[in-house]
């Protein structure tokens, strides 16, 4: 991973999905839930307060999560496609 995020950002990798009905058809993309897991793989090291105090991320690196669906910037790592994001944007820590 050569990307290292800044401040609360934290990179993510997607998970490709596919929903489908059960007779097996592929669902439209305007179908899709609004939210989406992802594994983290970089975390910045936290946002600091008004006094200058720092605040730790609450994810780490590994950690597979669910992500509001929209938000981000999806950028190429090598040959993966990631996305960095604000770690406010994260809605919950899956297991």
Excluded: C, H, W, Y
Excluded at 26 to 48: F, H, P
Excluded at 84 to 92: G, H, K, M, N, W
Aim: aromatic share 2%; proline share 3%; no cysteine.
């Amino acid at each position: 991973m050569a990307l290292k995020p800044l401040g609360d950002r934290v990179v993510v990798q997607f998970e490709e999905t596919e929903e489908k009905t059960a007779g097996g058809f592929v669902l439209a993309g305007a179908s899709r839930e609004t939210s989406k897991t992802a594994r983290v793989l970089a975390v910045g090291q936290g946002i600091r307060t008004l006094t200058g105090d720092l605040v730790a991320p609450n994810v780490s690196v590994g950690d597979k999560v669910l992500v509001e669906n929209g938000p981000g910037l999806e950028v190429k790592d090598g040959d993966e496609k990631v996305t960095i994001i604000r770690e406010s944007d994260i809605l919950a820590i899956i297991g």
